[in-house]
């Protein structure tokens, strides 16, 4: 095996690991200790929204999804849990809270709800007034 096709089948064997569907699916919705969001903004600027998320143990940020129409918008942070489907793992006893900003453009309506999911627990909320 030539050194082109032996790194060429290293890389699909590479990518069909990272794509197992065997394995668990590890997301987990992450939990958010807080959401800010500006009281105001001009109808023609983004809105830029920070969400302390909470992580630690066997859990890593992952990635915001973003559910959104004129009059307002639904987040959800994702992460991984390690542990999650597999036996025997330690988790490290820690917690952390980490700030990640999320942009939205325009449009607005007059009166903009910005609603973040955690779970189980109830939504964070903020309306922003868009002038």
Partial sequence: MNRCSFGM????LGVAAACNPLAPDQSVVLGVSKLDAP???SASS???????VTTGGCTSFDHISVARDASG????????????????IACPDYILDTPHSYKLDPPF??????????????P???????Q
């Fill in 9 to 12: 089948a290293v890389l699909a």
């Fill in 39 to 41: 009281a105001t903004i």
């Fill in 46 to 52: 983004p809105l830029t929204v920070v969400l302390t």
């Fill in 73 to 88: 918008a639904s987040l959800t942070a994702w992460g991984i849990d390690a542990s999650k489907g597999r036996k025997g």
């Fill in 109 to 122: 309506q007059s009166q903009f709800t910005v609603q973040v999911q955690r779970g189980r627990l109830p």
């Fill in 124 to 130: 964070l909320t903020a309306t922003v007034q868009v």
